[in-house]
């Protein structure tokens, strides 16, 4: 009987032996997570079709959730490499902070991306410091937002004005870029409640080529309006791509309304708009690790949308797999 239950049962030694497997294991985990995945910077690239039937090809770089610390040489380095993409235009979709002293640091990173035309709106991160916080709240889609100090927004703002990106925040902006026309419009921060949309509600230029909206989370009250009032894409940021993810299945939150589906990359956002979210390049001082979700920026070619979609606001299915490369 007792030659039994030692076969039946582990000894001592042997759930020993299986503790110090899964806390090594984890233990790899955290190391790669923190020290190199976090660090693992890349470039994605997407193809959309999203511009009106007849427009030039336009080459945009999304950047978003830099969540800059003043000592993070190697992020600053790779982000000064960005402008080696020749991008026509670029966007920046929040979250840019998370110090004090950051903000020489952000527009030293931007290099000679500030001399090409440039888009912008804030997130949270750029109005108030991160603090600590217990990590199952982000799997509560309401929860009691923790604010930290206000950082200086007004300095980053003042800097990328001055060299020519424009605000979006609650007003459109129409401009030309590449022998594209643009009617591109946005909304402050979502997440902490600050998105006026009525500000700008209504149609785009019928005229334009390319008609933009641009906000940081990705909530889908914000983007249904966006949607209604007929925009081609809807840029945004703010999930970290759900930043740890699991093999297989993804992210676990998005730490916003949207669907873990849209949580990074292309999707179809209604008939007509697309969205794209981006993974953004960092993370919060307090939750230094990503898996399975690299940081990232990324290079969308825009593209003339098939004309049987402008017309009805339906494409082929075999057209979008194609082209947004799925």
Known sequence: MVSDLSRRFPNRSTLNRAALATAGAAA??????????????????????????GSAT???????????????????????ELDRLDPDLVVNTGDNLSHMKSVPAVVQSMGGLLA????????????????PKNPMKYFKKEHRRVLGAPLPWADLRAAFTERGWLDVTHVHRELEVAGVRIDAAGVDDPHLQRDRYDTIAGPPNPLAQLKLGITHSPEPRVLDRFADDGYDLVLAGHTH????????YGALVTNCQLDRSRVKGPSRWGAHTRLHVSAGVGTSPYAPARFCCRPEATLLTLVPAPREETTSGRGSAAVESAVLGR
């Open 116 to 131: 090409r035309p440039g888009l912008f709106v804030f997130g949270s991160n750029d109005y108030f410091a991160p603090k």
């Open 28 to 53: 790899l985990g955290v190391g790669y997570a923190s020290l190199i995945e976090r660090n693992a910077f890349a470039l994605r690239e997407a193809t959309m079709p999203v511009l009106a039937p």
């Open 58 to 80: 336009l080459r945009v770089l999304h950047i978003s959730d830099l969540h800059m610390m003043p000592n993070q040489k190697l992020k600053q380095n790779w982000l000064r």
């Open 241 to 248: 791509g759900g930043q740890l993810c699991l093999p297989f």
